[in-house]
């Protein structure tokens, strides 16, 4: 009886693990500095490349290309497609609105 309840709570488990978005790291902005460029370290950002420039905003939020973000771990001009798809998680923590 055990080993089924283990077994039953492992599968949902991995399935709920296969279904989770992996987002990038949280940058969390904390100064109000004006600044007009902010670079983010590559561990904040993940990159889709399409290689065909057809993909729409509602087709990259959903799986399954929304589960084929990847980082990268060295950033080449060359690794990039013509049509490219960033995402990155923005937290503003300064105090103030900002644009």
């Known amino acids: 009886m055990k080993k089924s309840l ?15 978005q992996n987002l990038p790291q949280t940058y969390v902005i904390t100064s109000d500095t004006v600044t007009l460029y902010q670079f983010l370290d590559k561990n904040y950002w993940q990159i889709l490349k399409d290689k065909k420039g057809s993909f729409t905003i509602n087709e990259v ?28 998680v923005l937290k503003n923590e300064s105090g103030k609105q900002l644009k």
């Open 61 to 88: 939020r959903h799986p399954p290309l929304s589960n084929q973000f990847t980082y990268f771990n060295k950033i080449d001009s060359s690794q990039f497609e013509k049509t490219n798809w960033f995402r990155f």
């Open 6 to 20: 283990l077994l039953v709570f492992l599968s949902i488990t991995s399935f709920l693990q296969m279904n989770a």
